[in-house]
């Protein structure tokens, strides 16, 4: 089946520091969603991606869709101690299910 | 507004023991239902979903079973527990699949330890 590449799978910063993270697809997807689960809670709904190229912002957060469709990232300026917690993108081919990528676990020094 | 429900919170069973655990959502109809387990600091493996009730799609063979008896609930199943079906169970719902109501919403989830 279909999947979704997640890199890194931990990331440890510096509060202060920035942190990325990458999602790949072999095939073009139609969309992208971006998740964050804190510790012990439940994954929520941060933002999806739909057009080719597309960026959007949320506060420091900033959230990329490839031009070919094939990737995105999550990239967030200056983090702070409210960032930890492990984010999942997450992606569809058509009209089949959302399939989740691993997931990245952020945790940060402050 | 919508909301989803999941009990219990937390549930410690021994191995051998049957599970049952509920998920319900009010505030919409027809949601497609998902059923995912967490292994600690793991991400999410897609269990069961459903998108009608008594409609149910296995992603992953085990000694788990899913039911949905009606529109808005969802039951995750076993009749002998394993050790190895500890973990964090998670609901969640959604709208129509490739729609613009796509989003996942996820319940607060069942602990689960089998010793």
């Known amino acids: 089946g279909q999947q979704v590449m997640q890199i890194p799978q931990y990331q440890h910063v510096q509060e202060g520091e920035d942190f990325t993270t990458y999602c790949n697809s072999s095939?073009?997807?139609?969309?992208i969603q971006w998740y964050k689960q804190r510790p012990g809670g439940h994954p929520v709904f941060l933002i999806q991606l739909v057009k080719s190229g597309e960026v959007k912002k949320q506060k420091r957060l900033t959230f990329q869709f490839g031009e070919a469709k094939k990737n995105s990232s999550l990239h967030i300026t200056a983090t702070q101690t409210t960032d930890v917690g492990t984010y999942f993108c997450a992606g569809r081919w058509g009209a089949q299910k959302l399939v989740f990528g691993q997931g990245t676990r952020l945790t940060i020094n402050p | 507004s919508q909301t989803i429900h999941q009990w219990p919170a937390t549930l410690v069973q021994p191995v051998g023991s049957p599970l049952s655990l509920e998920c319900t959502v009010e505030?919409?109809?027809?949601?497609?239902l998902y059923w995912y387990r967490q292994a600690a600091g793991r991400g999410l493996q897609l269990l069961f979903y459903s998108v009608g009730i008594g409609q149910i799609s296995s992603e992953v063979p085990q000694n788990l079973s899913a039911s949905r008896p009606q529109d808005r609930q969802f039951i995750l199943s076993s009749k002998k527990l394993l050790l190895s079906d500890s973990g964090f169970y998670l609901c969640a719902w959604s709208g129509v699949a490739g729609g613009r109501t796509d989003t996942q919403y996820f319940g607060p989830g069942t602990r689960l330890t089998v010793l």
């Open positions: 505030g919409t109809s027809n949601p497609n």
């Open positions: 095939t073009t997807l139609s969309n």
